[in-house]
């Protein structure tokens, strides 16, 4: 899961001094794609909102980590020539022959096995072990071949190898410690230099074993850029392309003549995480308070109707846990307002006013208003305050081993952003930024 605290401005807004966002100020159009790339370039810059904390996949899970290393390293699926389970408790993966890491070694089976196995090690506190909870055994069947045999049968097993669960580095280079600054991996690009609090350049892998799929660019610069720096530099050419945070940054870069904004369908939420032991302890107030929202005002206030509200929990339904799906945000019936007042009455009373994160910014302003209406019309007492907050407006993408998955309350849907400088194309508008060498398919544009 990806998830991280939210206190975002309209930036275009702020920054052209021109007042509120007005809703349906914009078309939301999505692309699948973007046009492929016309041939070869020397380099392009990139954006990413912070500078990584470290590029050992099993610290990432958030953009600015997997951004750069999806294409520095490999997944297991993407390495083999053939899968195959020959029954419900076994999965093989037979590898490509010839494949070379950044240092040089060939990729072989005892490769494989060593990054899974550290990839299921709780001990080393990755967030990807969990995803090997079923797995009893991980070994090497050949000199190409990997063998998992599991305790009973996991259908998410093999989409977590394709993220980063299944990432593969060479042996030699998992031997020499965590790779924290440093890759051992296989993908069309390798890590040239990190020059803290500057930038990370990433260079073409000649050695690449995928010819048909090498790098377009020779090199990669990201540099680490947010709010007013990341559009200015956006809009000065001086940083080419980036994935946007939040899909209102876009109100500014629209009059942008260096370059186009893209939407694609995302799969992050914006979401309200209430704190474990906090005011909303009792899932009959979080379930409440979810009824109660006002999710399409806070996709045009807060988003400037350029996101996605999402389902409310249906009024009639026992299910404790909220609903993360999207679709069309329906008026407040009496009848979801009456059981969310009816589930404050049976819940403890609050001794003290729930307490909602202080935030800078339009979106978390616009977002906390609402949620002191939802709070008023069902009698719950609430408040913005600092410290330690019973609510968080966060972002992420939830799956279903996460406890975030019945613990959030959703509010909207965020699409995929993308900004790309003329000069460059070929980046998927899609979340598959996060696990594919994505930069690979960057190069010049027909412009």
Same mark, same amino acid.
Not at 119 to 130: I, T, V
Not at 271 to 286: F, H, N, Q
């Given at each position: ?29 999505? #692309? ?57 408790? +076994? ?47 991980? #070994? ?25 669960? %299944? ?9 020499? %410690? ?62 080419? %392309? ?47 308070? #979810? ?29 404790? %846990? ?12 009496? #009848? ?92 998927? +508008? ?18």
């Amino acid at each position: 899961m990806t998830f991280r605290p939210v206190a975002l401005a309209l930036l275009g807004v702020l920054l052209a001094g021109c007042g509120a966002v007005t809703p349906g100020l914009v078309q939301l159009r999505y #692309s699948t794609e973007t046009p492929a790339a016309a041939g070869d370039i020397a380099g392009f810059s990139w954006a990413i909102r912070r500078e990584p904390r470290s590029l050992d996949w099993l610290r990432g899970g958030e953009p600015p980590e997997d951004t750069v290393t999806a294409n520095l390293c490999e997944r297991l699926p993407g390495l083999a020539t053939e899968i195959a389970t020959p029954d419900p408790l +076994t999965l093989i993966y037979r590898l490509r022959d010839g494949i070379l890491f950044h240092d040089g070694r060939r990729l072989t089976a005892a490769d494989a096995v060593a990054s899974l196995r550290r990839s299921a090690d709780r001990g080393l506190g990755g967030a990807q072990a969990h995803r090997f909870d079923k797995v009893a055994s991980i #070994s090497a069947t050949g000199p190409l071949e990997v063998t998992l045999r599991l305790r009973q049968p996991d259908p998410l097993l093999a989409h977590a190898l394709a993220g980063n669960a %299944g990432v593969v580095a060479s042996l030699r280079s998992l031997a020499a %410690g965590a790779p924290s600054t440093s890759d051992g991996c296989s993908g069309p690009f390798r890590l040239a230099e990190w020059v803290p609090g500057s930038h990370i350049l990433l260079t073409r892998f000649d050695g690449y074993w995928n010819q048909a799929e090498r790098a377009r660019a020779g090199s990669v610069r990201f540099t680490f850029a947010d709010g007013p720096a990341l559009i200015n530099g956006l809009l000065d050419s001086s940083i080419e %392309g980036s994935y946007l945070a939040s899909p209102t940054a876009m109100v500014r870069l629209t009059r942008s003549i260096t370059g186009r904004v893209y939407f694609g369908q995302g799969d992050t939420l914006a979401a309200l995480d209430p704190r474990p032991g906090g005011a909303l302890a009792d899932p009959r107030l979080s379930r409440a308070l #979810s009824l109660a929202l006002d999710r399409e005002a806070i996709a045009r206030a807060a988003y400037a109707g350029l996101v996605q509200p999402t389902e409310p929990p249906a009024a009639d339904s026992d299910a404790e %846990g909220t609903i993360l799906a999207a679709g069309a945000s329906p008026q407040l019936p009496r #009848s979801a307002l009456d059981q969310a007042r009816q589930l404050v009455a049976e819940a403890e009373p609050l001794r003290q006013d729930l307490v909602l994160q202080a935030g800078s910014g339009l979106e978390a302003t616009a977002v906390a208003h609402e949620v002191l209406a939802a709070c008023a019309r069902i009698g719950l007492p609430a408040r913005i305050g600092e410290g330690r907050a019973d609510l968080t407006l966060v972002t992420g993408a939830p799956t279903l081993a996460d406890p975030a998955w019945t613990r959030w309350i959703p509010l909207v849907q965020l699409p995929n952003t993308l900004y790309l400088n003329h000069r460059i194309t070929g980046a998927p +508008t899609g979340p598959s930024y996060l696990n594919h060498p994505w930069a690979a398919k960057v190069g010049r544009s027909k412009h």
